[in-house]
Structures are given as C-alpha cells and as structure tokens.
T-cell receptor, first 113, second 115 residues
Framework: KAGVTQTPRYLIKTRGQQVTLSCSPI?????VSWYQQTPGQGLQFLFEYFSETQRNKGNFPGRFSGRQFSNSRSEMNVSTLELGDSALYLCASSPRQGAWEQYFGPGTRLTVT | AQSVTQLDSHVSVSEGTPVLLRCNYS??????LFWYVQHPNKGLQLLLKYTSAATLVKGINGFEAEFKKSETSFHLTKPSAHMSDAAEYFC?????????????FGKGTKLSVKP
C-alpha cells in the first residue's frame, strides 16, 4: 500500500497570505489528523477528521482550519499567516476515528517571510 | 490530563553500546504509550506501542520498551546501537477518553551514534 502523501513538500509564503496543504491518507484509512512541528513547541496536535467531520481539535486559533472529503483526503488551511506559523506540518492517517495507531506522511515545510 | 516528559534532550552513544532513552508519563486514564522515530527530513515512524497487554514491548530494529506503572516510566532501550539509529525519538501518549486520536508528544530526544 502507498503511504500517506502530502503536497506540496515545501512552501514559502508571505505574512498575511493564506495557504492550503493537502494530505492523502493510506487507502482504506478514514481518519486524518494534522500536527504542527516547531523547534520551540515541538509536535502539537491540530485536529482530527473522520467521515468528513472534525472530531477533535487542539489548542490553535481559528486561523487554522481543515476539511475532509468523501474520499478521505484532507486539506488544512491557514489564513492570515504569521511568522510563527513557519513549521513542519504533518498529516497522519489511521483506519478509524480515535485510533492511536497513526501513520505519518513526510510533512509540508511551510516558511513564512 | 495526559503528558509525557523525555528526560534527555540529547543522548550520545558509541556504535555497539547500549541505548537508553528515558520517558516518564502522566495519565488520568490507563495509558496507551508509543515511541516514534524521526530521521532527518523524513516523517515519523512508529517504533513500538504499549496498550495494556505485555509490559515489555518489542518494536522494530531491535528496540524495546518496558512499561512500569509504579515508576510511571516507559523507557526505550536497544542492546547495541547502530549508526543508522541516529535520529530523533519521541515518546507519545494517546489523549485518552474522547481524545484517543490526539497524540501527545514529548519534546524529543536526539540520539547521536559515534563510530
């Protein structure tokens, strides 16, 4: 089976812009979670989607949003980018909601200038 | 609330010597605990998991971890380090309750392996 794929792998944006990141889960996996990784804060949970519904949310401002499509693919959107949003954004998929066994993609490296 | 503390931010060993990466956890539920590894410019890979079965858990690449409830610890060990083990290791606890899908990560331990 193909693993979790994320596009794009690298992205450079300017402060104030918005960005959309994409994640395709492992075939058959219906749950997608997003994480932010920064040197200062480490890995932090953003949100989890299952059956096109957000099931769980971390402690991030409303500028961070996401959605999931009927084929389980997910997108994450960040509006009004700030310098502090520069990070590696990781997507993980799992076969069911709330499953602790998650399979991670390679991440999207976002740089905000 | 669930949390994990990785006691060392950086560990350096020589090739062929044992590896010990330390992790303490705090959990109000019976925890599910994991170790993930992240090689440079790569995603996270699950090394092993504890989910209330055997307390000694064997993972991939010769790693194992022991769940000790009395010490609230879940340390990762390997008898003999290999150069390819150099990476960052994360101790992780699941959110628990209605937040099972929310993985809570430690700050990570960077493992260096000297030839």
């Amino acid at each position: 089976k193909a693993g979790v794929t994320q596009t794009p792998r690298y992205l450079i944006k300017t402060r104030g812009q918005q960005v959309t990141l994409s994640c395709s889960p492992i075939s058959g996996h219906r749950s997608v979670s997003w994480y932010q990784q920064t040197p200062g804060q480490g890995l932090q949970f953003l949100f989890e989607y299952f059956s096109e519904t957000q099931r769980n949310k971390g402690n991030f401002p409303g500028r961070f949003s996401g959605r999931q499509f009927s084929n389980s693919r997910s997108e994450m959107n960040v509006s009004t980018l700030e310098l502090g949003d520069s990070a590696l954004y990781l997507c993980a998929s799992s076969p069911r909601q709330g499953a602790w066994e998650q399979y991670f993609g390679p991440g999207t490296r976002l740089t905000v200038t | 609330a669930q949390s994990v503390t990785q006691l060392d931010s950086h560990v350096s060993v020589s090739e062929g010597t044992p590896v010990l990466l330390r992790c303490n956890y705090s959990s109000s539920y019976s925890p599910s605990l994991f170790w993930y590894v992240q090689h440079p410019n790569k995603g996270l890979q699950l090394l092993l998991k504890y989910t209330s079965a055997a307390t000694l858990v064997k993972g991939i690449n010769g790693f194992e971890a022991e769940f000790k409830k009395s010490e609230t610890s879940f340390h990762l060990t390997k008898p003999s380090a290999h150069m390819s083990d150099a990476a960052e290791y994360f101790c992780v606890v699941s959110g628990g309750g209605g937040s099972q899908g929310n993985l809570i990560f430690g700050k990570g331990t960077k493992l260096s392996v000297k030839p």
